[in-house]
């Protein structure tokens, strides 16, 4: 459980550190990081990092079609979670 645990960790930490990098290509007017690649850190495992990054740095907090994209992998993993830990009684 402790590996699973750090792996969570550190993605959490590599999906803030790419949110935020992409918010300063956004200022530079620099080509970005893909919407797709952001998602995929969300997707698997980065959720509460990349969702801390976009509040704190306010980015693609505007943009909707990505919030409805980042909600329905918040609510699927929340799904996913609930099925895991309280099905199994």
């Known amino acids: 459980m402790s ?8 993605l ?4 803030f550190l790419v949110t935020a990098y ?3 290509l956004a200022m530079k007017n620099k080509r970005r990081v893909s919407e797709k690649t952001l998602l995929s850190f ?7 990092g990349g969702g801390f990054a976009m509040l704190l740095f ?11 994209k980042f909600m329905g992998i918040v ?3 929340t799904l996913l979670l609930y099925v895991l830990f309280y099905t199994q009684q």
């Open 12 to 15: 959490n930490c590599i999906s």
């Open 58 to 68: 306010k980015h693609k907090t505007s943009k909707r079609s990505y919030l409805l």
């Open 22 to 24: 992409d918010k300063r």
């Open 42 to 48: 969300v997707a698997f495992g980065g959720t509460i």
């Open 75 to 77: 609510l699927f993993q």
């Open 3 to 10: 590996i699973l645990f750090y792996f969570i960790i550190i």
